[in-house]
């Protein structure tokens, strides 16, 4: 949902409209909605129940002693992961996000690329790996 659809969704379920920017505001940090405690306990069921949490959760942060490569495995499907890796040179910061549930490229750097390609992803879940990215605001290239 892009943020008025999320506001209309709140507001529908009696919420104030300042629900909706607290949630948005956090998901789009990558927080999970039972992080977000500033929801009552009956919102955040409500709202988990009907998987309202967009963005990949991140399973595993490797961070690279050598050159500050870091690698994120996120969580696409209850069966399925994939990874983004972002990648700081200088001013530059480069993410590079899977497109595929497993590769053909079989990068040996690269987790999605140890998989068996098993399905593209959706629009979604690609655009998700950036939004979710803690150094979001830091990036100035995105490759695939």
Same mark, same amino acid.
């Given at each position: ?6 506001? +209309? ?9 300042? /629900?909706?920017? %607290? ?18 306990? +009956?919102? /955040? ?46 001013? /530059? ?25 098993? +399905? ?8 998700? %790996?950036?939004? +979710? ?12």
């Amino acid at each position: 949902m892009n943020k008025e659809e999320l506001t +209309a969704y709140i507001v529908s379920l009696g919420e104030p409209k300042f /629900r909706a920017k %607290q949630v948005f505001e956090r998901l789009h940090r990558g927080e999970r909605i039972d992080e977000i405690t500033n929801l009552s306990k +009956a919102l /955040r069921a409500r709202l988990s129940e009907e998987t309202l949490d967009a963005l990949p959760y991140v399973e595993e942060k490797l961070v690279s002693k050598i050159d500050g490569t870091v690698k994120y495995l996120y969580r696409v499907d209850n069966n399925h992961f994939v990874e983004a890796v972002y990648i700081p040179d200088g001013d /530059r910061a480069t993410l590079c996000v899977s497109s595929q549930v497993g590769c053909k490229m079989n990068c040996l750097f690269c987790m999605t690329g140890k998989q068996k390609y098993t +399905a593209n992803l959706t629009t979604n879940e690609i655009v998700n %790996q950036i939004l +979710a990215l803690p150094e979001f605001e830091k990036l100035t290239n995105i490759v695939f």
